[in-house]
């Protein structure tokens, strides 16, 4: 059961991607390479904690998700992205 649960946080992480591409179409450009470097970041420390700790392998997309609403939130409020 626990090595399922840290596959499942790696599989996670691939939605998020998704999301993080997507973003281009609302935030510039430099907001989007900075989203890469964050998953580049999550999935460094989902596969090095993917045996020893899984659930934390698991909490790492919502961390990412969580992180992504807040940067499109606080972009919007302060530095007026739109789509």
Known sequence: MRVALG???LVGL???LFLYVV???AVPWWAVV????VWCLLLL???RSRRRRPL???AM???GLAL???VLWLGDVFLHWTA
Not at 34 to 37: D, I, K, Y
């Open 61 to 63: 997309p919502l961390l």
């Open 56 to 58: 934390l392998t698991l």
């Open 23 to 25: 973003s281009g179409l």
């Open 7 to 9: 596959w499942l946080g």
């Open 68 to 70: 992504w609403f807040a």
């Open 14 to 16: 691939v939605p998020l």
């Open 34 to 37: 900075g989203f890469g470097l």
């Open 45 to 47: 420390a989902a596969v």
